[in-house]
């Protein structure tokens, strides 16, 4: 353990009490040797307290300013300084020592100093100098901190195909007090704008920069493609100006623009820890003289997302004829990986439906019901079930689209017809908690935490009655699902097993399920064997024999309105389709034809 200098000072003149007293002057007098004003100078810097360690030196003033600019430069989280071997002669000492600033992000530069201290009439100062802050830092110079972005790693697609790209974004600045005709260069500006963002205009613009106040006021964010055919227009308007950052785009403005803005953030973030930084000299302009410390950048990897560019592209123009919202899903049922997430201009505008949006999920929810019947020995495949028209159930009646009538027909057929009679009986005879367990067994009510994007499955509470249990029974009642969450119902009944679904390669998902019970390989073959007949029925999917599906009709709001649903599988490719009021499902079954017509061969 080192002894301090003053406890030794004490000690030593303890001792010398018995010494003449022309012997002191060997020594000087008890106060603050060499070591202590380097220990305490030291403390003071690494604490930050400029004022504090520069009183400690023949030159306080120049001393504090390059203190402080340095600190500022730096910005470090924290500093530490340790203090070495001090030696004394002739009025004069020396100190070495070792610094270590702490930039956060496991950014770390370490070096040794060295410090000179002189006695001035008795008191000893540190000598000041530049080089008291770094043996090779200069008069007239400062140190500061630059950090190196790596380049932006590119997104590909699960084929290795581009998605996203690196690319610049510029940023159009607006400074009316240096426009001079302030509402002139606005009109110029939203003439030359207003093709990439109609909501721009002069008016817009004076508003905005009058909400800005003092601030420029960011008029649009272009890509810089769209910047340099725009560029002849408006970059000598006065009052105007511009500044550029690197960022991913798409590599299609339509592409999942729902989507793609999520996972562009998370891989952004990704990328802090990889970034590179440099310990610098700067001179009185801030200009660089030279480098101290450097760590470059690591090379960012590519990052990789399940999706298909092929299948979500296919699912974007089987869903450009819709003018309602409309959405599509498709997950790899094996897996869950997500291969399209897919949405119209109008589903667009309203958000990221297809992953979160909550509609009742109308007669795609009978496969719920059956599985849950079957499984339980309420009925069969070929059990001969009725079909009437109405089914009054404790006073609530429950009618088939036009009240159709098939009499009695077998459970797979009533199936193949969408029977809400039918299946709202059946529901009636299943335990309470029966739909809400199947539900969650096969994915709608379960709850994942998937990078990269935000969802939600759909609710299945349970029933608090015997007629809300019909009316769930065929999909109405309160439940509600995404096509997110029907997509994974369908990759379920295709796989057997409900997988996790997953976004971005080498992630994990996060699931409120775990090990979540198979369906019954027998009810599953059933169930293949029942959505066959539903396409047998359909005559849009006439040209895809190998598609298994369910339609869905589902009342919303007064009950006037309807949603449109295909659910279903083709090989291990499950979807859901759901183009929202559509008054019936088969526009959703003729946007089903259009996306298998579109998919990759």
């Known amino acids: 353990m080192r002894v301090s200098s003053r406890r030794a000072a004490g000690l030593l003149a303890a001792v010398l009490l018995t010494l003449p007293v022309a012997g002191c002057g ?68 020396t100190a070495s020592f070792d610094v270590t600033w702490d930039f956060g992000h496991g950014r770390r530069w370490e070096y040794p100093g060295k410090l000179e201290l002189r006695d ?12 008291v802050l770094h043996p090779d830092l200069a008069e007239q110079q400062s140190i500061a901190l630059q950090n190196e972005q790596p380049e932006l790693a590119p997104v590909l697609d699960r084929d290795g195909e581009l998605l996203m790209a690196p690319d610049r974004v510029i940023s159009v600045l607006f400074e009316p007090a240096k426009a001079g005709d302030a509402n002139a260069v606005a009109g110029a500006l939203a003439t030359a704008l207003s093709g990439f963002d ?20 960011q008029v649009v964010l272009l890509r810089s493609s769209d910047y340099e055919a725009v560029k002849p227009r408006i970059y000598e308007l006065p009052g105007v100006r511009f500044t550029a950052t690197p960022r991913l785009l798409p590599v299609d403005k339509k592409l999942a623009p729902t989507l793609l803005p999520g996972i562009r953030k998370l891989v952004e973030d990704d990328l802090i820890g990889s970034a590179g930084w440099r310990v610098i000299t700067t001179d009185v302009s801030g200009a660089e003289v030279s480098e101290l410390y ?10 990789r997302m399940t999706l298909s560019l092929g299948v979500q592209n296919a699912a974007q123009s089987a869903l450009a004829p819709e003018p309602n919202p409309s959405m599509i899903v498709a997950m790899q049922a094996s897996t869950g990986q997500v ?13 990221a439906l297809a992953l979160s949006g909550r509609y009742p999920p109308g007669s795609t929810f009978k496969i719920i019901t059956a599985i849950a019947g079957i499984e339980s020995g309420k009925t069969q495949p070929d059990a001969q079930v009725g079909c009437p028209g109405t089914l009054t159930i404790q006073g609530r009646v429950v009618p088939n689209n ?18 809400n009679t039918t299946f709202a009986e059946l529901a009636t005879k299943l335990a309470p908690s029966a739909l809400t367990d199947t539900a969650r067994r096969l994915g709608l009510g379960a709850d994942f935490v998937v990078r990269g994007a935000t969802t939600v499955t759909g609710s299945v509470p349970p029933a608090a009655n015997v007629v809300e249990r019909a009316e769930d029974g065929f999909g109405q009642g309160k439940v509600v699902a995404s096509p997110f969450g029907m ?85 291990d490719l499950a979807f859901a389709v759901l183009v929202t009021d559509a008054g019936a499902s088969a526009r959703a079954v003729a946007a089903t034809a259009r996306f298998m017509a579109a998919l990759p061969r």
């Not at 001035?120 to 080089?131: E, L, R």
């Not at 109609?198 to 006021?217: E, F, H, L, N, V």
């Not at 450097?294 to 990052?303: I, L, R, V």
């Open 487 to 571: 997509a994974l119902v369908a990759s379920t009944v295709a796989s057997g097993t409900m997988p996790t679904p997953s976004l971005l390669a080498g992630t994990r998902t996060e699931s409120d399920t775990v090990d979540p019970k198979p369906v019954d390989p027998q009810v599953r073959a059933a169930m293949h064997a029942m959505m066959r007949e539903v396409t047998q029925r359909t005559v849009a999917l006439a040209p895809y024999p190998d598609v298994r599906g369910k339609t869905g009709t589902a009342q919303f709001g007064d009950g006037k309105h309807s949603h449109g649903w295909y659910v279903g599988f083709r090989g």
């Open 294 to 303: 450097s760590k470059p950048a690591e090379p960012a990897q590519a990052a």
């Open 339 to 351: 291969l399209a997430v897919a949405q119209n201009p109008a589903a667009d505008k309203q958000g």
């Open 120 to 131: 001035q009439d008795g008191t000893w100062k540190i000598h000041w100098s530049t080089t």
């Open 198 to 217: 109609r909501s721009i205009t002069q008016k817009s613009i004076m508003d905005g920069a009058a909400k800005a106040k003092t601030q420029p006021y």
């Open 26 to 93: 060997l020594f000087g007098d008890d106060g603050p040797q060499p070591q202590d004003i380097a220990d305490d100078y030291l403390g003071a810097f690494a604490k930050g307290d400029s004022g504090a360690a520069a009183k400690l030196t023949d030159s306080p003033d120049s001393a504090k300013a390059l203190l402080d600019s340095v600190r500022k430069g730096l910005a470090p989280e924290k500093v530490a300084a340790q203090l070495g071997e001090v030696r004394t002669a002739d009025g004069t000492a």
């Open 402 to 419: 036009d009240k159709f009538d098939k009499g009695v027909i077998p459970l797979h057929s009533a199936f193949a017809f969408s029977c």
